[in-house]
């Protein structure tokens, strides 16, 4: 039975292509006796004719992974394109470690607990990139003297 008419004007009825027209396998005596339009229009509206829905594509793998890379997983050494300055870039882990160290200072001096020239002594020395980190730069001010322990 050649029903290659009935699915090409059904496919242009339902505006789909003709790979997604389907046709009830137990009515295919019904659908070869319609040939007019009229005839497909009515075998659609009975639900013998009918556009099988378009195939997508799942986003869940794409959101499991999303979800594992927001927890910080799959971020291991295989994973990586870049250099580590590509990554995260050296002004970027500078600033984050200049900023702290220069506001402590600037609380420290505006307290009184540094003089204005141990203040500018420790800032420059800051600058230089003496300091790893704020505790680095207290536990120092407290070994020279400088910083009383409270």
Sequence with gaps: ?????????AAQILKCGEN????????????????????????IASGTIAAA????????RARYVASQKAKGRRKGQGS?????????????IWKQT???IRKRLK????????????????????????FRSVSHLESHLKVEG???EA
């Design 80 to 92: 990586r394109k870049g250099t580590a300055n590509a990554r995260k870039p050296r002004k970027e």
């Design 146 to 148: 400088h910083l009383k």
């Design 98 to 100: 200049i900023r702290p």
């Design 107 to 130: 609380e420290l001096r505006d307290s009184g607990k540094l003089s204005q020239r141990i203040y500018r002594n420790y800032y420059l020395k800051a600058k230089g990139g003496m």
């Design 1 to 9: 039975m050649n029903l290659k008419n009935q699915r090409r004007m």
């Design 53 to 60: 829905q378009k195939k997508g594509v799942s986003r869940g």
């Design 20 to 43: 997604r027209v389907w046709m009830d396998p137990n009515r295919l005596e019904d659908i070869e006796d319609s040939i007019t339009r009229a005839d497909i229009r009515t075998l």
